[in-house]
């Protein structure tokens, strides 16, 4: 299993480039969890919160900020059993670090726990899941659970 991510830092803090060895964990569990034995790609993308607000703005129609922005190749599950390439492109997952401060003290947790969480939450989106719906949200947060609690702890 082998995902390769690009890490793009649109921040003047260089010290988010520590959870990199976090986003490759997490995406490797992730493929475990999922039964995705195939190659992938995505790109991460840190941004603070007034280029996320561009982004929901122009993209989604929503006028304000977010935590994180996913921007998946594939629209649903189905279309991943259609290709066959090499490797995968899932997509870009943008992640606002301002929004992932604020949560982390918010929810009373470490900020690796948030950074991490938003991480797992844009890539489960690449990969198809949604939680528009009340049984979807439920399968979903069920395996950010899955996946993120044997790897970066709570605190």
């Not at 122009?58 to 090499?86: K, M, N, S």
Request: negative net charge.
């Amino acid at each position: 299993i082998m995902i390769s991510c690009t890490f793009v830092n649109h921040t003047r803090e260089k010290s988010w480039r520590q959870f990199l060895p976090d986003f490759e964990a997490i995406a490797e569990r992730t493929c475990e969890v999922l039964k995705r034995p195939q190659a992938y790609s995505l790109s991460v993308i840190l941004v603070k919160s007034r280029r996320i607000h561009q982004i929901n703005r122009d993209y989604r129609g929503v006028d304000r900020p977010t935590d994180v922005i996913t921007f998946a190749a594939c629209d649903d599950q189905d279309e991943f059993e259609l290709q066959q390439l090499a490797e995968i492109e899932l997509g870009d997952i943008f992640i606002n670090v301002q929004a992932a401060q604020s949560q982390a003290e918010e929810y009373g947790h470490s900020l690796r726990r948030e950074i991490c969480f938003l991480f797992t939450h844009g890539l489960l989106h690449c990969f198809g899941y949604d939680h528009m719906e009340k049984e979807e949200e439920q399968v979903m947060f069920d395996l950010q659970r899955q996946i993120l609690d044997p790897l970066v702890p709570r605190w």
